[in-house]
Each structure stands twice: as structure tokens, then as C-alpha cells.
């Protein structure tokens, strides 16, 4: 084509677009500027036809698409394959996504789990330190009664002896001393008296009782059923109502570290005139084969062992056994007509 056309290549692109853009073969005239000249060409479908006879005429093949099915069979295979190396790939995508997924579920529920944990080791500690607290301070008053009131009690003996020698301003002297004295050791009795939990100078003893196993079970895990029986004395010895207040605390603690599964709770307080009972049972697994009810080692000031010395400091006794069914029955026994008690100021 280029030897029919040397210049005028846009009229030679112009025409070669018509012809490859038609369904049907071109059949018209048309001019190129050749080396020999300008020349004239007469088309006819697939042929130019110079004018001069000299010149030959030029033959135009048209290539059409083919259709040959092995072409459309590699074709169609190379589309699936290509779509199935996108879905594997989408499928490789989606497991990973699934396995990151699937560990920061995991990690979220170790995360959990150790903050329970964390929960609830913090409220062990903090009803331990509790319990450090209010036995550290009945011990001191149990040692200013036993020790300080003991003291001041034979000072005063030896003072009232003295008075009853002496005479004049050495009499008067002394009376002084003895009144102080005797103002002093009032003041240890007050200290020794106020040693018990403040719930109970502000509800009074069975409320107290009441109050704290309603607290144990206002989470509503636990179905709480508090009872009261008998007539509740106008006043009970401040050591039995702070030793039984502790017990109550102390086995409440013990159903919800130790017992798995309690669904309902009774406390019982009975006034029976010569005596005061507290029974606190549960509906749990009650003890494990083989293990005898004889405190918590781990945590002895807190466990049974703590809840029995209590008694035996006021003269009661405490019981702790398997309840009729399941589950596992506390019972503190204290006689109100029982010898001198250790721990009662005097």
C-alpha cells in the first residue's frame, strides 16, 4: 500500500478505516499520490483497480475472527481457572480472618477469666482483711479487760486498804486517787464494750444478723430465707453478739468461696430463753468424700477453726455437718446461764 501511496497517508488511514469498519466490501473510487504521480483506482470489494493499465492492481485481504472451538475450549477453561484461583484465594483470606477471629475470641475470654479471678481474689482479701481487723481489735480488748482491768482492779484494792489507814489530807488525797483510778478503768470498760461491730449498735443484734445474709444474696444468685424465733432479749453479753455476728459472717463467706452450685439459703436465729442458736444452712454439694469438716488450713483465721475458737471463747459450741438431702448445716450454740465467759467485760 505504500508503494500506491507515498503522501496523503491520512487519505490512505481514512480508507483502510472504512474498509476494516464495513460488513459489506467497499466498492467506490479513490486517489492516491504515488511515485509516479497522482493515480486514480476504482475499488471493487477486495480489489484497486488503477485506471492505467500499466499500473497493477492491488488485491486487499480482510481477516476475520475464527471460530474455532479448540480456542473457545482453552478460553473457557482459562476463565474458570482463573475464577477458581480468585476463590481459593478468597477462601485462604477468609480463614485466616476467621483464625485471627477466632484467637482474639480466645485471648478476650482469657482476658475475662483472669479478671474474675482477679474480682474475686480482691473480695477475698477484702473480707479477709475484714476479718483481720475485727479479730485484731477483739483481741486488743480482750487484752485491756484481761490484763489493764485486772490491774486497775487490784490498784483500786490496795487504795481503798490504804484509805482505810490514812486520815486527814492523806485520806483526801487518796480519795482523789481513787475516783481518777476508777474513771480510768470506765473508760478501758467503754473501749472493750465498743470492740463490737457498729451494725449491731445501730440495728441491734438479729437485724445485724439479717442485714448482712441479705447482703450475701443481693447479687440474686441465692435465695435467701432468714427466720426468727423466740422473744430477742432487751440485752445480750456485747461478746455474744459480736462472736455470733462473726460466725454468721465467716460461714456465709465459706457457702460462696467453697460452695459450687447453692441455690438457697436459710439462716435461723432462735432465742430460747437459757440459749441462742444460729443455724445457717445451704443446698449445695456439701463436702468432698473423704474430707472431714475440721477448718481451712489455707486460711485458718477465717475458716472453721477461727469459727470454733469464737465459741469456745464465749463457752458455745459450734456444730458443722451434712444436711438432710444436700448441702451442709452450720449450727453456733451459746447458753446465756454458762460460766464466766473470757471475752465479756466486766
Given at each position: 500500500m505504500l508503494d500506491i501511496c507515498t503522501s496523503r497517508v491520512e487519505a490512505l488511514r481514512t480508507f483502510l478505516l472504512a474498509c476494516s469498519g464495513s460488513r459489506q466490501p467497499l466498492i467506490e473510487k479513490?486517489?492516491?499520490?504515488?511515485?509516479?504521480?497522482?493515480?486514480?483506482?476504482?475499488?471493487?470489494?477486495?480489489?484497486?483497480?488503477?485506471?492505467?493499465?500499466?499500473?497493477?492492481?492491488?488485491?486487499?485481504?480482510?481477516?476475520?475472527?475464527?471460530?474455532?472451538?479448540?480456542?473457545?475450549?482453552?478460553a473457557e477453561r482459562m476463565k474458570r481457572l482463573t475464577a477458581e484461583r480468585q476463590r481459593r484465594f478468597a477462601m485462604q483470606q477468609f480463614d485466616e480472618l476467621r483464625s485471627d477471629r477466632f484467637r482474639l475470641v480466645e485471648q478476650?475470654?482469657?482476658?475475662?477469666?483472669?479478671?474474675?479471678?482477679?474480682?474475686?481474689?480482691?473480695?477475698?482479701?477484702?473480707?479477709?482483711?475484714?476479718?483481720?481487723?475485727?479479730?485484731e481489735r477483739e483481741r486488743i480488748a480482750r487484752d485491756l479487760h484481761d490484763h489493764a482491768g485486772q490491774e486497775m482492779a487490784l490498784v483500786l484494792v490496795e487504795l481503798r486498804e490504804l484509805q482505810e489507814r490514812a486520815r486527814g489530807l492523806t485520806r483526801q488525797r487518796l480519795d482523789e486517787i481513787a475516783v481518777h483510778v476508777a474513771g480510768v478503768g470506765r473508760k478501758i470498760h467503754h473501749a472493750v464494750v465498743n470492740g463490737r461491730p457498729r451494725i449491731i449498735e445501730e440495728l441491734g443484734f438479729s437485724r445485724a444478723i439479717q442485714t448482712m445474709a441479705a447482703s450475701f444474696a443481693a447479687d440474686g444468685r441465692l435465695g435467701l430465707i432468714f427466720k426468727k424465733r423466740g422473744a430477742e432479749p432487751d440485752l445480750l453479753p456485747v461478746a455474744v453478739e459480736a462472736a455470733l455476728y462473726r460466725v454468721a459472717q465467716e460461714a456465709l463467706t465459706n457457702v460462696l468461696k467453697h460452695a459450687r452450685g447453692v441455690r438457697k439459703l436459710d439462716v435461723v436465729l432462735d432465742f430460747a430463753g437459757k440459749s441462742i442458736s444460729l443455724t445457717i444452712a445451704d443446698d449445695g454439694p456439701g463436702f468432698a468424700p473423704g474430707?472431714?469438716?475440721?477448718?481451712?488450713?489455707?486460711?485458718?483465721?477465717?475458716?472453721?477453726?477461727g469459727m470454733r475458737q469464737r465459741m469456745d471463747d464465749i463457752g458455745g459450741t459450734l456444730a458443722v455437718g451434712p444436711r438432710c438431702g444436700k448441702g451442709i448445716i452450720v449450727t453456733a450454740v451459746v447458753p446465756l446461764t454458762c460460766g464466766p465467759q473470757r471475752s465479756v467485760p466486766s
Open positions: 479513490v486517489r492516491f499520490d504515488g511515485p509516479g504521480g497522482t493515480t486514480d483506482y476504482r475499488c471493487f470489494g477486495n480489489v484497486l483497480v488503477p485506471r492505467r493499465k500499466s499500473r497493477p492492481a492491488t488485491l486487499l485481504l480482510r481477516l476475520f475472527p475464527a471460530l474455532d472451538p479448540r480456542f473457545s475450549a482453552t478476650y475470654c482469657c482476658v475475662a477469666e483472669a479478671l474474675r479471678v482477679v474480682e474475686a481474689r480482691t473480695h477475698e482479701l477484702k473480707d479477709e482483711l475484714s476479718h483481720i481487723r475485727a479479730d474430707v472431714e469438716p475440721v477448718g481451712d488450713a489455707a486460711s485458718p483465721g477465717i475458716g472453721l477453726r
